[in-house]
T-cell receptor
Framework: AQSVTQLDSHVSVSEGTPVLLRCNYS??????LFWYVQHPNKGLQLLLK??????LVKGINGFEAEFKKSETSFHLTKPSAHMSDAAEYFC????????????FGQGTELSVKP | DGGITQSPKYLFRKEGQNVTLSCEQN?????MYWYRQDPGQGLRLIYY???????QKGDIAEGYSVSREKKESFPLTVTSAQKNPTAFYLC????????????FGDGTRLSIL
């Protein structure tokens, strides 16, 4: 069975400091993985996706994530937080051989303090 | 610009009433999805459709119905059988192919009057 676990329900950082949002996955197959961001009362926006081409994936707005098979992790990072990064972040894995169905993590709420 | 349009943004339902949420996409995507999002929870799949005139139940289909008569449109009806309809509803779509990411609309917030 496949699953994703976001290890923190809430992360708080100061503006200008690094961001780390943690995601572990479980899969019997070589997975693809996505990170999405959701601002209040908005839909989800794709930040980045891993599809086995390169383990370090760069996304929009300065975010990046590294796929580590040995640790079954796909943590999201950003060197310097901006106030506009405050949002909910979801780690997501496509269900193997099920069309485009997705498994969502429970989400991590990122707060950014001035 | 291509995208997914959900309407209305806010919707209120009276007791015993059916309401329909609209989802239209001009991305030429084959597959479309409906999710429900409750505070503090992740997204839960209601219904999905991989092709016109065909759709499948997701994890929480009870009290909901859908149709897929056109490729661009996938309306969701919240029936009176859904006793707890207050939630944020999200529509998504993706193109054919392996591991394609889904694109999302901006959601409809449904509340009970």
């Amino acid at each position: 069975a496949q699953s994703v676990t976001q290890l923190d329900s809430h992360v708080s950082v100061s503006e200008g400091t690094p961001v780390l949002l943690r995601c572990n996955y479980s899969s019997s197959y070589s997975p693809s993985l996505f990170w999405y961001v959701q601002h209040p009362n908005k839909g989800l926006q794709l930040l980045l996706k891993y599809t086995s081409a390169a383990t370090l994936v760069k996304g929009i707005n300065g975010f990046e994530a590294e796929f580590k098979k040995s640790e079954t992790s796909f943590h999201l990072t950003k060197p310097s937080a901006h106030m506009s990064d405050a949002a909910e972040y979801f780690c997501v894995v496509p269900v193997y051989n099920q069309g485009g169905k997705l498994i969502f993590g429970q989400g991590t709420e990122l707060s950014v303090k001035p | 610009d291509g995208g997914i349009t959900q309407s209305p943004k806010y919707l209120f339902r009276k007791e015993g009433q059916n309401v329909t949420l609209s989802c239209e996409q001009n991305l030429n995507h084959d597959a479309m999805y409906w999710y429900r999002q409750d505070p503090g929870q992740g997204l839960r799949l209601i219904y999905y459709s991989q092709i016109v005139n065909d759709f499948q139940k997701g994890d929480i289909a009870e009290g909901y119905s859908v149709s897929r008569e056109k490729k661009e449109s996938f309306p969701l009806t919240v029936t009176s059988a859904q006793k707890n309809p207050t939630a944020f509803y999200l529509c998504a779509s993706h193109r054919a192919g392996l591991n394609q990411p889904q694109h999302f609309g901006d959601g409809t917030r449904l509340s009970i009057l």
